[in-house]
């Protein structure tokens, strides 16, 4: 099946800092990734939706000049959470599909990013 | 208001013991419904999609039903094991919104020896 691989796994940070996790799919090309955080006993929220060659489409209330997300190619999509703080630690997660999910297409999701700011 | 919502919140079962969890949603025009299963720390990974046209659909030892007339869905488990213990998320995708998915908040399922 198609396999999303995020990295780093765990990272964490001093607080101010900026921190870089990537999201490539292996096997296969994402016109579309997702970006997502889960804090703890929560579910998934949806931050932003990156096309490839294109500006990443952001949710309401998530900040795009904070969480940079930048779709370089068909595989590989980045989220840089800048001049982190302690509230942005939480569980990314990305994802990636082939197509529309709204056509039934798959969402493959990668296996999370913890971020821990200090 | 989550257009999701999923029961239980949570619950314990014993091993090899069937159980079932129940989604309901308001999403509409809707396109699919997915059932995830999500392990502590980890992504989800995918157990069933269902458009509005199918009623059933299994994986293995799990089986997904769709109303799409009452807007419900349940995801039963048989004879449960204890690498079943995770978190079963309902996603809808509504037909109108690009790759959009409405999550449910999960259910935490913990089977015990």
């Known amino acids: 099946g198609a396999v999303v691989s995020q990295h780093p796994s765990r990272v964490i940070c001093k607080s101010g800092t900026s921190v870089k996790i990537e999201c490539r799919s292996l096997?296969?090309?994402?016109?579309?990734m997702f970006w997502y955080r889960q804090f703890p006993k929560q579910s998934l929220m949806l931050m932003a939706t990156?096309?490839?060659?294109?500006?990443?489409?952001?949710e309401q209330g998530v900040e795009k000049d904070k969480f940079l997300i930048n779709h370089a190619s068909l595989t590989l999509s980045t989220l840089t959470v800048t001049s982190a703080h302690p509230e942005d630690s939480s569980f990314y997660i990305c994802?990636?599909?082939?197509?529309?999910?709204?056509?039934?297409?798959?969402?493959?999701f990668g296996p999370g990013t913890r971020l821990t700011v200090t | 208001k989550n257009q999701v919502e999923q029961s239980p919140q949570s619950l314990i079962i014993l091993e090899g013991k069937n159980c079932t969890l129940q989604?309901?949603?308001?999403?509409?025009?809707?396109?699919?419904l997915r059932w995830y299963k999500q392990d502590t720390g980890r992504g989800p990974v995918s157990l069933t999609i269902?458009?509005?046209?199918?009623n059933t659909k299994s994986n293995g030892r799990y089986t997904a039903t769709l109303d799409a007339d009452t807007k419900q869905s349940s995801l039963h488990i048989t004879a449960s094991q204890l690498s079943d213990s995770a978190s079963y998320i309902c996603?809808?995708?509504?037909?109108?919104?690009?790759?959009?998915?409405?999550f449910g908040a999960g259910t935490q399922v913990v089977v015990t020896p």
């Open positions: 994802s990636a599909s082939v197509g529309r999910p709204t056509l039934g297409y798959e969402q493959y």
């Open positions: 989604c309901n949603y308001t999403v509409s025009p809707f396109s699919n």
């Open positions: 096997d296969f090309q994402a016109t579309t």
């Open positions: 996603v809808v995708s509504g037909a109108d919104s690009w790759g959009k998915l409405q």
């Open positions: 269902m458009t509005f046209s199918e």
């Open positions: 990156s096309n490839e060659g294109s500006k990443a489409t952001y």
